[in-house]
């Protein structure tokens, strides 16, 4: 009887690969970490996925049937971080996969603009500082910026007047920046998280580019 309950283990796993894929699985049984190392790299691995792609994914916390009182530390850590991140745009939803496992529905990318209070009355050398940034880019990465921003503005119901194309392209920057994770700060990742939410917004109708003008 020993022997079934590995076997047993091994066939949950390749179902819930099969399902979901390596790429949308958090495993933090095997590595056995602290309950604080658990959470900053689920939350970091969550931020992660939101901007290469927002989907159901799933953390393994395993059971804790080890743990002191049979109560899983690491699966209480995680749930106990999720209505934050919900607060904060990365995630949607969640619910339970198994009793070892959580099902994570990731919020859409474009959630991230309007997560907290918009800020119009920014610093004028924050504005400086989004502006020099934006300059640096790639073309490429500039022309996706403002598309988003006529998106944003005209879902917003906001005039595509230059000033707030700029105003919304450096906010865009500003907001992506901040939530793509430490070590993926490339213009590669912020260029997929605009993707996802010029994607996101396809279909709801928005305004033409007139075309990239000289910053």
């Known amino acids: 009887m020993r022997s079934e309950k590995p076997k047993l283990n091994a066939l949950w796993n390749a179902l819930d690969e099969a399902a979901f894929g390596a790429e949308r699985i958090l495993n933090l049984r095997e590595s056995l ?20 792609k927002p989907e159901d994914v799933l953390i393994i916390t395993g059971r804790g049937n080890q743990s002191a009182g049979g109560v899983g530390v690491i699966r209480q850590t995680i749930l106990e971080m999720l209505p934050s991140l919900k607060r904060r745009a990365i995630v949607e939803s969640w619910r339970e996969h198994s009793p070892g496992s959580i099902v994570v529905k990731l919020a859409p990318t474009s959630a991230l603009f309007s997560a907290g209070k918009r800020r119009r009355d920014t610093p004028s050398s924050n ?3 989004g502006a020099a940034a934006i300059a640096g880019l790639e073309e490429e990465t500039v022309s996706m910026l403002r598309q988003l921003a006529l998106v944003n503005l005209d879902a917003l119901g906001i005039d595509n007047d230059e000033s707030f194309v700029r105003a919304e392209m450096e906010h ?12 993926n700060k490339t213009e590669a990742a912020l260029r997929a998280s605009m993707r996802n939410a010029i994607e996101e917004a396809s279909g709801n109708g928005h305004r033409e580019d007139p075309g990239p003008k000289k910053l």
């Open 33 to 52: 970490p602290s309950a604080m190392e658990a959470r900053t790299r689920a939350e970091a691995w969550l931020r992660g996925r939101q901007i290469a």
């Open 172 to 183: 865009i920057f500003s907001v992506l920046s901040n939530a793509i994770p430490d070590g």
């Open 127 to 129: 504005k400086v500082h």
